[in-house]
Nanobody
Framework: QVQLQESGGGLMQAGDSLRLSCAAS????????MGWFRQTPGNRREFVAS????????DYAESVKGRFTISRDNTKNMLFLQMNSLVPEDTAVYYC?????????????????WGQGTQVTVSS
């Protein structure tokens, strides 16, 4: 079992930077791939970024590539999402997720554990 808790969301302006954090419980964090997804009202969760168990392999949605960076600290059971050059279209609830496998995925159904989410709002 893994429990995840996101933090760091807030109200931002276009062009700002923001760093989201996800604290994970349990001793298996370092063996799991992790992901960030986001969701807006009326829409399904959208893939943002994923990272493999070691942090050596990452993947990004085209819409955030070059602006967002996913990283992890396995010594502290932490996952991060550095978001730069924010735009209003980045407004969403952001979720971190963990899966049983070491390799990341852009498919939300591939993840087994989810946090409660943190709201990010970007004004123009």
């Amino acid at each position: 079992q893994v429990q995840l808790q996101e933090s760091g969301g807030g109200l931002m302006q276009a062009g700002d930077s923001l760093r989201l954090s996800c604290a994970a419980s349990g001793r298996t964090f370092s063996s799991r791939a992790m992901g960030w997804f986001r969701q807006t009202p009326g829409n399904r969760r959208e893939f943002v970024a994923s990272i493999n168990w070691s942090g050596g392999n990452t993947d990004y949605a085209e819409s955030v590539k070059g602006r967002f960076t996913i990283s992890r600290d396995n010594t502290k059971n932490m996952l991060f999402l550095q978001m730069n050059s924010l735009v209003p279209e980045d407004t969403a609830v952001y979720y971190c997720a963990a899966r049983e496998f070491q390799v990341g995925s852009d498919w939300d159904a591939a993840y087994d554990f989810w946090g409660q989410g943190t709201q990010v709002t970007v004004s123009s």
